[in-house]
């Protein structure tokens, strides 16, 4: 029997996670402008105008980034809505990733981990990282332009990148993680 290929399937399993987060958000997407504040952040992210304090610059430039890519004005709350949608799948794959080394920590062993072992922990992460992408609150955040679906992205990748310098801390070169972040 050949060897387990953690690596490949770590790989393997985050993306179909980010693929059926993805699948799901754009399947169920606001076609255009929803409740809330959100048109407001569509029209000031589309013109790059100043929305509401504090404000929300960063994303406010994404989303004059993606409005370029409607094909006519009222398409741009949708395009603008897909942001939202694509940084929920990203937070769930890295949120993947994060489970993964969260659990590789909890079950270290002496020896290496068996292919049994290898197997519930990407397994344990695919279940909690999908289990998060359908909670009421985080979908419905991730259909919808609002800043929340990107803050939960930064917040996912800030997380994922402090656990990997707190494997490779004192490794050479290990700082290259905080210096990222």
Known sequence: MADFNFKKWNLILGWLAFLIAFITYSLTVEPTVSFWDA????????KLQVGHPP????????????????SEPSQIGHVINMMSATASAFTILFMFWSIVLLIKQVVKTDSKPS???????????????????????????????EVYAMATLIMAVLFYLGLRWGNDMFKPRGNKWLILI
């Open 55 to 70: 404000g929300a610059p960063f994303f406010q430039m994404m989303g004059a980034f993606f409005s370029i890519f409607a």
């Open 39 to 46: 048109g407001e952040y569509i029209l000031t992210s589309s």
């Open 115 to 145: 292919t049994t072992q290898n197997t519930a922990i990407l397994g344990a992460a695919f279940v909690g990282s999908l289990s998060f992408a359908f909670t009421d609150s985080f979908w419905f955040n991730a259909v919808e332009t």
